[in-house]
């Protein structure tokens, strides 16, 4: 009688912040983590600053100052886009909403010509006319 034995290990990911240390035979472009700094004050306050080995940087920081708590966030990440661009955008997050500014960020086109006179003749025209509906529905 021929006996056999199964072993198997099972193992978890190692969840920590900071550099990875392990790696398998799937983990084809490993990036270290060069810098991971987060202040946390007890007021709300706090920052962050994350270094990649790949050349992205995030520096961050906000505070509970906006309308009942909310937090309002600036700061700016960077990188190198695939084609070697660099790319920086600095941001602002408050009450107006996330506003990222950058010149790699698209901007749409200048109107190319006046507006033409028929057009805004039509313009006119139907504010008018919405005037008179309003007017009669009022009587």
Not at 36 to 63: A, K, W
Request: zero cysteines; charged letters at 20%; hydrophobic letters at 35%.
């Amino acid at each position: 009688m021929k006996v056999v034995t199964l072993s198997v290990a099972l193992t978890s990911p190692e969840l920590t912040y900071g550099i990875h240390t392990t790696m398998s035979e799937e983990d084809d472009d490993v990036i270290l983590i060069l810098r991971d700094d987060r202040v946390q004050d007890e007021d709300g306050r706090f920052t962050v600053e994350v270094e990649t080995g790949n050349g992205i940087h995030l520096s961050q920081g906000g505070s509970p100052n906006g309308a009942n708590g909310a937090v309002i966030q600036a700061g700016e990440y960077s990188y190198t886009a695939p084609d070697g661009t660099p790319v920086v955008v600095k941001f602002v997050a408050n009450e107006n909403g996330y506003q990222p500014e950058s010149d790699k960020l698209p901007v749409a086109p200048v109107f190319p010509h006046p507006i033409p006179q028929f057009v805004l003749d039509q313009i006119a025209f139907a504010a008018a006319q919405d005037a008179l509906n309003d007017d009669s529905e009022e009587a």
